[in-house]
Structure formats: C-alpha cells, structure tokens
C-alpha cells in the first residue's frame, strides 16, 4: 500500500512549514533539527570553555568572516536540491575577484565593474546549465570544465595578487552597521542575509521554487507532469554562477585584493555546509535556513580552533569530515525511514 | 574509415597525436631519446616517468566508475600514504636498507587498504551515494595527512626509497614499470578472468546483478579496495619522485585529472562499460599536455586553461546529443542515448 501519511519527495507542501497539515514531527525537518541542535551544542561548549566566548561580537564574527561563504552555499543549495553539483564556485570567486582588481586599478569606474563581474560569473553558470541540458554532459564533468576554465581565465589574467584601492570598494569594505559599542555587522553581512532571505521565499513560495524540489525529487516525474526541467536546470546553475559572483565581489570587500589563487577548495566548504544543513544530496529536499546553519557550523568549527589555540588548522578539516559522515549517515537513516 | 571513427578509442587517439605533433612543430628535440649513464632520457620517457600516478590512480577509478560509482579521496590517500612512509622511514636507524623500507612500504598500502575498506563500507553497506561518501575522506584526508606529519614537509634521504619514483630498471624507469605492471594485473584480471563483467554488470544495474546471483556489494567494496591501494602506490611515487611528503601538493586535484582521464577514455560516468586501455591513454594525455604547455612555451598558469578548452571540446565531442546536433539529422536527435 502506497504509505500517503508520509508526504512525497517531490510534493511542494512538504516543503511548506507553515501550511503543514500533518502533525508529527516531519522527517523532512529531522536534519535541519539535528544541525541546530548541534549548533547549539558546540556554542555551548565554547561559551563553557573559552573566556569571552559569549560575545555577541564573537558571534557575529561567525557572519562576518564567512558571508562569502554563506552566498555561494546559497546558490549551492538551489544546484544540489535539483541532484546537481557546481564544482566552479571556487574558481568564479577568483575569477570574480582577479576581473575586478585588474579592471579597478586601470581605473575603471566601480559602477561599471561591479555588474559586469556579477555579469561574467552568472554567464558562466548559464553557459554551464546550457551544456549540462542541451548536451547531457555530466554536471560534475561541465563544472569541472568550468572551473578549469575560470580558474585557468583568472591565472591567465594575472598570477600575482592585485589590491583594490578604489574608493567604493574601501568604503564597501570598511562599512559598519552598529548596535552598541564594539558590536557591529558588515556590509557583507547585510547582503549576505537578503540573499539568504530572497532565496528562501523563491524555495517556498515560488513556482520555480517548487520546480526545483521537484526536478530534484524525479526528473522524469517532472517532465512528464509538464514542469519546464531544462529551464529550471539552467536557471539554478545560472543562479549559482551569479551568487558564487555575488560571493566573489564579497571576498573581494572582505580581503580588498584580487587573486586568481582566492577561494581554493571553497567548492568543498560550501557542498559541506548545504551537506551539513540536512540538504538531500540527492536532491529534492532540504531548506536554505539548513545551509545556514550548515555554514554557521564550519564557522563555530573554526571558532573554536582559534579559541582553543593549541589546535592546529588541519584539525578543522579532520572535524568537518566526521561531521560530514554524522550527517551523511543521518541522512540516511531519515530517507529509509520515510520510505 | 567509418568503424575507425566510431571506435571508442579513436578521439582520444586523435587528441594524443594532435599533441605530439605540435611538440613536433614548437620543439626541436623532442622525440629523441639518448641513453645517458644507462638510463633513457627524452621528452617522451618524461611523459611515461610523469604520468605512472595519474595511469595508476586512474586505473583505480576507471574500475570504481565501471560500478558506477565515483572516488574522489583518492588524493588525500595519495597524501596519507606519502606522508605515512616518510614518517616510518624518518625513524629508521639505517633508511638505507631495503628489508626495513619494504616493511613501511608496505605498511602504507596497508594503511590505504583500510580506507578503500571504509569507502567501500560507506557505499556498499550503508548505501551512501559514491560522491558524498568518498568526499568525507577527500575532505578529512588532507587533515589526517597533516596529522601524521604535524603539518611540516617531511624530507627523507633514503637510498631504496627513492628507487620507487625516480630510478631506473634495465634504463627504464621504475615507475612506469610498476604502473605498466598495475596496468597488465588489472587487464588480467578483468579481461581473462569473470571479473571484468562482473564489474559491469555492477554497474549497468546492482540489482539486477544481485538478482542474477552476484554478491554485487563485495565487488562494489573491492573495487574501492583496489581505487585506494593504486592511489597509496602513486603517493609513495609521487613522494619518493620528491623524496618528502607535502600534505598539500600531494595528489591535489588528481581525483579531477584522474576522473578527466577516464572520462577522456570514453568509460561513462554512469557505469557499466569500461575501458582501461581508454583510461591509460586519457592519463597519458593529461601528461602530455602538461608537458606540452611547458614546451611549447605556454606559461605554465594557463595549462589549465588549456585543460579546460580540451575538456569542453572533448566532452561536447563525445555527447552523442551533441554530434547528433551538430552533425547529424535534425530529426533523430531525441533518439540518441548520451554517450
């Protein structure tokens, strides 16, 4: 018998915390639950251990030292839930980052390099979508191309690392939204979260939104049902592109340099935090307030390192890989479960 | 000319001969070979002494792709197994003799056993996508590799050691002897013996091999067993090449150059068929194009640029969608099954 209290992967109200009409805990929200409560449990953990560990500043840090990150996981988390991967962000961050370096100290107007970088990495993920659809290349082998290719464009570009001196990026750079004193976000920060936001309202609420949950839950389904599944599948490699952009110029405000060498294995952080956030990788499940919990995780991660002090940094990765396996395993054990 | 044509082999044939025909034209010397102090010396004895890692962690993963699955540690293996053998023979009283560099040879390829073991039990047993779950050791990997070395290089100076990567047998080079070795076990043993098919029944559907009556999951962990010993092989070349282990140069991005040459090779990513004699080229080619760049005196940062341009082309060549689209009738083009 076909179990109909469980909602289907693919159904779009499953992924509607507010009109949910089932009231048992949904299987759907255990990883996120499971994040949030580790969350809170290694916070705690540190507020326990480390003097000053409390700060509120210390935890806006989290924020403000991984903004970046947290755009690209966003538009990761759109790429994943469709049973996707982009293996380019890392390199679109550099590319990004070189592109508007070289063209700033030649003394073009910020005006016109911000769109047009925003413009090359979003280009990028369409060109990428379009080869993966039309083609049916592998989305691992087409990104991979693309990040040999950014990555390949910006070394092409220059090899060195360029400062950026221009005034609107400095200003970008050194703004600060204070509350009381000492205790203040980022420009950085405040962008990030209105891409946070943006992209969690087109994921609940939107038709594209429920198309991508779709795709991700049966792509067959979804072509048969009438979805339009090429469109939706360039958009969120297109989608990506330009947050992995978006999160580029970021990093460029954050470090105020262009390097073609920026963002190395950042692919890895950000399928690890949309991994960690309880996002299906097989697609079809998962939220964007998963990822962000999953990138405020590997921040804590590192938090705690620097607070420790006598850890060292490969320590991080030992710890984001077992966290992984947790999630991963959990996963798991939720999917059997529903099925 | 036709069945040549639609011989799996023949792009990829047809890449390597473009490539060496343009060292003809930009270098000189480059297809001569001189016997200096009884060992082989030349461009194209580079090309064989630099690819054995690629051909042997290429081998590797041609035979876990043939299962449809995909491993993406074996660079962090690479790492491990590097590291670990120069810490063991660091601790040698006399690194100058064999017996004892045998023993932590040995040890190693142990060592990287017991992690093809854990890839194989996270896909086989638990059921975890291949992707994700090798990408938990590819992430905690590094870690573990600088763990074992305390984040340093580790120099060794170690006479029989350094035989494995950079000497010569009968004036050829010991690695290419042991990869063309790994090379003719794994033809073998998948050409002579059921193997072979076993392996693509596997991959073209595990439950239909399960249901046929073949214990589909111990060859799915064998064939992570065999991926992760191959890539603790090519680490102690790669290590012994340099006499030192880098836990961040060691086999950083093989996984991709090693998936590139398989793919190159005409083996699916989505399982099944498989080609070695594809992979050993699409390794070579890798090889030869990076030596290429450097002779033909393209800076070197752009050899991935080069990399990238190959990889389009080649894929786009070897989508079936793709020529039918190009090429071929407008009208068949829904008909065609992706390559």
Redesign the interface.
């Known amino acids: 018998m076909i179990d109909v209290s469980t909602p289907p992967a693919t159904g779009p109200q499953a992924q509607k915390r507010g009109g949910r009409r089932v009231y048992r805990p949904n299987t759907k929200h255990i990883p996120v639950l499971a994040t949030l409560a580790l969350l809170v449990v290694m916070y705690s953990i540190g507020v326990y251990n480390y003097e000053s560990f409390g700060d509120t500043q210390v935890f806006l840090n989290i924020f403000v030292d991984n903004a970046f990150l947290l755009v690209v996981a966003v538009g990761m988390t759109f790429v994943i839930l469709t049973g996707g991967i982009d293996l380019s962000v890392g390199a679109v961050i550099a590319l990004t980052t070189t592109v508007a370096a070289t063209l700033l100290a030649a003394g073009w107007p910020a005006g016109v390099v911000l769109p047009l970088v925003l413009l090359i990495g979003t280009v990028m993920g369409l060109g990428m979508g379009a080869v993966i659809h039309f083609f049916k290349v592998e989305p691992f082998i087409a990104t991979l191309a693309g990040m040999f290719l950014a990555r390949g464009l910006a070394l092409l570009i220059d090899r060195n690392s360029i400062p950026i001196t221009n005034d609107f990026w400095t200003q970008m750079a050194q703004k600060r939204f204070r509350f009381d004193d000492g205790v203040f976000i980022s420009l950085n920060v405040v962008i990030a979260a209105i891409v946070v936001l943006i992209a969690a309202i087109v994921l609940a609420w939107t038709r594209f939104g429920r198309n991508v949950y779709a795709i991700g839950g049966n792509a067959d389904s979804a072509l048969l049902m009438g979805l339009p599944v090429g469109r939706t599948r360039i958009a969120v490699y297109t989608l990506s592109g330009f947050c992995a952009s978006l999160g580029g110029v970021l990093y460029s405000f954050y470090t105020s340099s262009g390097y073609s060498l920026h963002g190395q294995g950042l692919e890895l952080d950000a399928i690890a935090a949309v991994v960690i956030g309880g996002v299906l990788l097989t697609g079809g499940s998962g939220y964007v307030l998963g990822t962000v919990l999953g990138v405020m995780v590997l921040g804590l991660i590192q938090t705690i390192i620097t607070f420790q002090g006598d850890l060292n940094s490969w320590w991080t990765r030992i710890v984001v890989g077992v966290l992984l396996f947790a999630f991963i395993v959990l996963q798991r054990l939720v999917t059997r479960k529903a099925k | 000319m036709t069945s040549m044509l639609r011989h799996r082999l023949f792009w990829p044939a047809a890449v390597l001969v473009v490539l060496l025909a343009s060292n003809l034209v930009f270098s000189n010397n480059f297809f001569t070979i001189t016997l200096q102090d009884g060992h082989l010396y030349g461009s194209l004895i580079d090309i064989l002494r630099r690819s054995a890692p690629l051909v042997l962690v290429a081998l590797g993963m041609t035979l876990v792709i043939a299962t449809g699955g995909?491993d993406l540690s074996v660079g962090s293996v690479m790492a491990i197994s590097g590291a670990l053998a120069c810490l063991l023979i660091g601790d040698l009283s006399n690194p100058d003799a064999v017996g004892p560099v045998l023993l932590v040879v040995g040890a190693a390829i142990a060592l990287c056993l017991v992690f093809g073991l854990w890839n194989g039990f996270?896909v086989a047993v638990?059921?975890?996508?291949p992707?994700?779950?090798t990408?938990?050791?590819?992430?905690?990997?590094?870690?573990?590799a600088?763990?074992i070395t305390d984040?340093q290089i580790l120099n060794v100076h170690s006479a029989p050691y350094r035989v494995i990567g950079a000497g010569y047998f009968l004036a050829v080079p010991v690695s290419f002897l042991i990869a063309a070795a790994a090379v003719g076990l794994t033809v073998a043993l998948t050409r002579r013996t059921a193997l072979g098919l076993l392996l693509e029944s596997v991959g073209g559907s595990p439950t239909a091999s399960r249901l046929a009556g073949i214990r589909s999951r111990r060859i799915t962990i064998m064939v992570y067993v065999f991926a992760a010993a191959f890539a603790g092989v090519a680490g102690l070349i790669y290590s012994s090449d340099v006499s030192s282990a880098d836990?961040n140069a060691a086999g950083n991005l093989i996984e991709?150059n090693a998936?590139?040459a398989v793919?190159l090779g005409g083996t699916a990513?989505t399982g099944g068929r498989f080609s070695i004699a594809g992979s050993v080229l699409g390794a070579v080619i890798i090889t030869t194009l990076d030596i290429t760049a450097v002779s033909v005196g393209v800076?070197v940062?752009?050899?991935?640029?080069?990399?990238?341009?190959v990889?389009?082309i080649l894929?786009?060549a070897q989508?079936a969608?793709?020529r039918a689209?190009v090429f071929g009738r407008f009208g068949t083009k829904r008909a065609e099954v992706?390559a």
């Open positions: 995909i996270l638990l059921g975890i996508q992707i994700i779950a990408l938990i050791l590819m992430v905690a990997g590094r870690g573990v600088q763990l984040g836990s991709l998936i590139l793919v990513l800076p940062e752009t050899t991935l640029l080069f990399k990238a341009v990889v389009i894929c786009l989508s969608t793709f689209k992706p």
